[in-house]
Nanobody, 116 residues
Framework: QVQLVESGGGLVQAGGSLRLSCAASGRTFSYAYMGWYRQAPGKEREFVASILMSGGGTYVEDSVKGRFAISRDNAKNTVYLQMNSLKPEDTAIYYC?????????WGQGTQVTVSS
């Protein structure tokens, strides 16, 4: 089974930056689509950004566009989320998601806390 493991979360001051990583481990397999979602306390999980592993097409949610960027390293089967100009409202647990036809998986999440 392919597992997704996030890392890179932490506590940062407003205006700071963090880079999240999501590595797919397990048997040799690559998800065609990978994305980042987040869930703030008391709120539903929401989409942040996505990337197609073949071709690299990306999509970023409007509220983070211009501040967040998603990228991939196919050789490492890893997806990154570069987060700049962080705001307190970006505080959430960030989850990695991967899918291909017939299969999908979520990571365990990594906490991002932005202090004002």
């Amino acid at each position: 089974q392919v597992q997704l493991v996030e890392s890179g979360g932490g506590l940062v001051q407003a205006g700071g930056s963090l880079r999240l990583s999501c590595a797919a481990s397990g048997r040799t397999f690559s998800y065609a689509y990978m994305g980042w979602y987040r869930q703030a306390p008391g709120k539903e999980r929401e989409f942040v950004a996505s990337i197609l592993m073949s071709g690299g097409g990306t999509y970023v949610e409007d509220s983070v566009k211009g501040r967040f960027a998603i990228s991939r390293d196919n050789a490492k089967n890893t997806v990154y989320l570069q987060m700049n100009s962080l705001k307190p409202e970006d505080t959430a647990i960030y989850y990695c998601y991967g899918s291909s036809s017939g299969t999908s998986a979520w990571g365990q999440g990594t906490q991002v806390t932005v202090s004002s």
